[in-house]
């Protein structure tokens, strides 16, 4: 047992994040991972996460876009926004006090939701999803070669090719946008499949149960009212 | 232009929500609307939102299932998970003090991808969307006929007509089971529709611009293992 223990230990350092208190769920443990390419697996899977972050001392949560370089989450957005604004000025609050050093405690969120699970009973429906939590402090990214690495991974998050496929940022839309690093650190995974887990002596009620897979697919391109007919769809948006 | 504004207002009253200073965007406000029905529509479509939380002074974010009963929004989980421990304690942090009346502060936020918005400039570039941002506090529901109307609209939401169609929960299945609600009354909705905004200037780049639509479906329902075949497909579930 001490000998698969010290096993264990060797794989989490290697291929996963090392758990902390607030990675580790009060409930369903057995459907938490820290592993490395699962969490990564489902980051580069979609592009927008729920980002959450305290102003004033309750909580906030924005939708917003990301990109993923290795072990660096970066989103984006104008300079102006609320949390750019905090993070530069380091208005996150920690432990009740304003914390004068420059980032903001935030806690970025991804969720697929992959099925509609329908049990006999009430109490046991529930759905298929993978979800990805991060932990951690975001710091402004005020290197100008990491921000162009940035807008190009948030850009190729979405539609990977693209970025090289369109006018990159000049001056002034560079100094308009405001982009932060989140480091994958502090970061669990949590995933459900399968089936209802209906109660045996549930098994001959006359309800249907079972999955409904749910999925996405994209649609037929809406070419833009001032896009000239002769440039094409190239083949990384035809492969959508 | 003083009876516009009145007229304004009035309708603000009637079949909107009352913008306050954390329901106004700092950007974009033009996308930004406190119509009912937009709100309610939009929080509809769906069953799934990020709920956002203050611990020990950090944000966490959590996905998690939600019903609604006209202005009320509930969501659910063990009496053993986080944030219903804290609703239930009133652990929530207002200006850096612990408030000790029940009740935990929670965002609650609901996003829907419309289409990926490709820009001749990766400046541009963006995704149309609808999203719905609920600031409040959460409060426990104690009353137990309250609980029975949440947790049935809590299964109808993920598939209306359902409730009806499935075993009621028991006693002990309540017993595990905690409720929070959530007034919609600080309620905003943000909308993006419509092509790529590209700058004239660079009208003749030789980029593809436009959208491309995202889109839900569900899949093939997969009968549970122990499902009676004699059970055929409701046609609730038939017509998702």
Same mark, same amino acid.
């Given at each position: 047992?001490?000998?698969?223990?010290?096993e264990?230990?060797?794989?989490?350092?290697?291929?996963?994040?090392?758990?902390?208190?607030?990675?580790?769920?009060?409930?369903?443990?057995?459907?938490?991972?820290?592993?490395?390419? $699962?969490?990564?697996?489902?980051?580069?899977?979609?592009?927008?996460?729920?980002?959450?972050?305290?102003?004033?001392?309750?909580?906030?949560? %924005?939708?917003?876009?990301y990109?993923?370089?290795g072990?660096?989450?970066?989103?984006h957005?104008?300079?102006g926004?609320? =949390?750019?604004?905090?993070?530069?000025?380091?208005?996150?609050?920690v432990?009740?006090?304003?914390?004068?050093?420059?980032g903001?405690? !935030?806690?970025?969120?991804?969720t697929?939701v #992959?099925?509609?699970?329908l049990?006999?009973?009430a109490?046991?429906?529930?759905?298929?999803?993978?979800s990805?939590?991060v932990?951690?402090?975001?710091?402004q990214v005020?290197d100008?070669?990491e921000?162009?690495?940035?807008?190009?991974? %948030?850009?190729?998050?979405?539609v990977?090719?693209?970025?090289?496929?369109s006018?990159?940022?000049?001056?002034?839309?560079?100094?308009?946008?405001?982009?932060?690093?989140?480091?994958l650190?502090?970061?669990?995974?949590?995933?459900r499949?399968?089936?209802?887990?209906?109660e045996?002596?549930?098994?001959?009620?006359?309800?249907w149960?079972? !999955?409904? =897979?749910v999925?996405?697919?994209?649609?037929?391109?809406? =070419?833009?009212?001032? $896009? #000239?007919?002769?440039?094409?769809?190239?083949?990384?948006?035809?492969?959508?």
């Amino acid at each position: 047992m001490e000998y698969a223990m010290s096993e264990t230990d060797a794989m989490t350092a290697a291929g996963s994040y090392e758990p902390t208190e607030r990675t580790v769920p009060t409930r369903s443990r057995e459907r938490a991972s820290y592993d490395r390419e $699962l969490v990564h697996a489902i980051l580069d899977e979609t592009y927008l996460c729920h980002l959450g972050f305290v102003r004033d001392g309750a909580p906030v949560v %924005l939708p917003t876009l990301y990109g993923r370089v290795g072990e660096v989450l970066y989103v984006h957005g104008s300079t102006g926004s609320r =949390p750019m604004r905090m993070a530069a000025q380091g208005k996150g609050v920690v432990d009740g006090a304003r914390e004068e050093a420059p980032g903001l405690p !935030v806690c970025l969120t991804v969720t697929h939701v #992959d099925g509609l699970v329908l049990a006999k009973s009430a109490f046991h429906h529930s759905i298929n999803y993978r979800s990805v939590v991060v932990h951690g402090t975001a710091h402004q990214v005020t290197d100008p070669e990491e921000l162009r690495t940035a807008l190009d991974a %948030l850009v190729d998050h979405v539609v990977p090719g693209r970025a090289a496929d369109s006018r990159p940022g000049n001056a002034k839309e560079l100094a308009a946008t405001a982009v932060l690093r989140i480091d994958l650190a502090e970061v669990s995974a949590k995933v459900r499949t399968g089936g209802p887990n209906d109660e045996p002596e549930d098994a001959a009620l006359p309800h249907w149960a079972g !999955v409904i =897979p749910v999925q996405k697919s994209y649609g037929t391109p809406e =070419p833009a009212a001032d $896009l #000239d007919p002769a440039v094409a769809l190239p083949g990384y948006l035809a492969a959508l």
